[in-house]
């Protein structure tokens, strides 16, 4: 079992930014990729960034140039460091850890929202 709390949401001016972190605890040796994802009122949840257990990255088009996705292994913390908020980034953002077995775990989600 691996148990995820993200903290760091908040509300923000757009433009502005905030830095979100997802700590893993239990079973983390096992752990490989991490991302998070995101959950606005009324649409499906979608995937915001990921970084594998090698330290490589990927984004969704939406956010790419703006966010920035990092994991500290010491610390078994992932972080998603977003700035230029804009008011579509309002949502609540959720931590996945998925293991070498490709079992996923979640978190329970922070809300972050942005004014405009």
């Known amino acids: 079992q691996v148990q995820l709390v993200e903290s760091g949401g908040g509300l923000v001016q757009a433009g502005g930014s905030l830095r979100l972190s997802c700590a893993a605890s239990?079973?983390?040796?096992?752990?490989?990729?991490m991302d998070w994802n995101r959950q606005a009122p009324g649409k499906q949840r979608e995937l915001v960034a990921t970084?594998?257990?090698?330290?490589?990255?990927n984004y969704a088009d939406s956010v790419k140039g703006r966010f920035t996705i990092s994991r500290d292994n010491a610390k078994n913390t992932v972080y998603l460091q977003m700035n230029s908020l804009k008011p579509d980034d309002t949502a609540v953002y959720y931590c996945?850890?998925?293991?070498?077995?490709?079992?996923?775990?979640w978190g329970q989600g922070t809300q972050v929202t942005v004014s405009s």
């Open positions: 239990g079973s983390i040796f096992s752990l490989n990729t």
């Open positions: 970084i594998t257990g090698g330290g490589s990255t």
């Open positions: 996945r850890a998925t293991t070498r077995y490709a079992v996923s775990y």
